[in-house]
């Protein structure tokens, strides 16, 4: 659910159960993938208690999200499941409370600390990692930040068929993972499914690269992907 839609149906969400069961299917992924890094393990719906947890959190999140707070939903609602995950390892299964939040450890956060500043701290901290992920993903395909602002297409046309290209190309079930094996946008391919002149593509190479690489990895870049698609005025893509 994009936080620039309207305040009206985002209240429709947390009173209409039927749009609320269909929203919590949608996310049943975005769920599982933070669970199962939290817990540093995989876990699989019907086996697991740990995604019941997890689904608990990700539905009082709902309730308790507010639009204007600037922070992306399903930024704070993997805080929220990640806080009730450390709470359901406190209580049950005391040794593990130590994996779940060694990476906290030396950053100050204690697991007994107010919810509030839990959710504050956890934020700012994932705001950070997400950056510094970022970075490390850009550089393996030889891009950074600086070279990104150089190539950001400066008018909103621009931008629209850019965004387009990178939409296209991170949800294709063939073209991406070309790109990952070989580090390189199958540029031809791309112009055949978009319809984009070749130029035009080559000239944002970079650009659709790298927001193609943040729409690919939705679940780990929530903070980057929303900024981004706000900034540009896009949507949600699933």
Known sequence: MPEWEDKELWQRLKEDSEARDA???????????????????TLEWGRDDELSEALI?????????????????????????KRR????????????????????????????????????QEQNRE?????????RALVSFNLTYQSLVEVSPKHRDSRETLLRAARELAFDPEL??????????PMQAL??????????????????????LLMANQHDYVY?????????????DE
């Open 85 to 120: 995950l450390i709470d359901y390892y406190r209580k049950n299964h005391l040794k593990q409370v130590i994996s779940l939040d060694q990476g906290d450890i030396g950053r100050g956060i204690e697991i007994h600390i107010g919810l509030d500043e839990f959710r504050e």
């Open 176 to 185: 991406w993972p070309q790109v990952e094996r070989s580090g390189k946008v």
């Open 57 to 81: 959190a990700f539905n009082e999140a709902i309730d308790l999200f507010i639009t204007d707070k600037g922070v992306p939903f399903l930024a704070y609602a993997r805080v929220l499941m």
């Open 224 to 236: 980057l992907r929303e900024y981004v698609l706000m900034r540009e005025g896009g949507r949600k």
């Open 23 to 41: 929203f919590l299917a949608e996310y049943q992924t975005f769920i599982r993938h933070v669970a199962s890094q939290a817990c540093f393990h």
């Open 127 to 135: 705001r950070a990692e997400e950056i510094q992920q970022f970075s």
């Open 191 to 212: 112009a055949l499914k978009t319809q984009i002149h070749p130029k035009i593509l080559e000239r944002g190479r970079k650009y659709i690269l790298a927001v193609a």
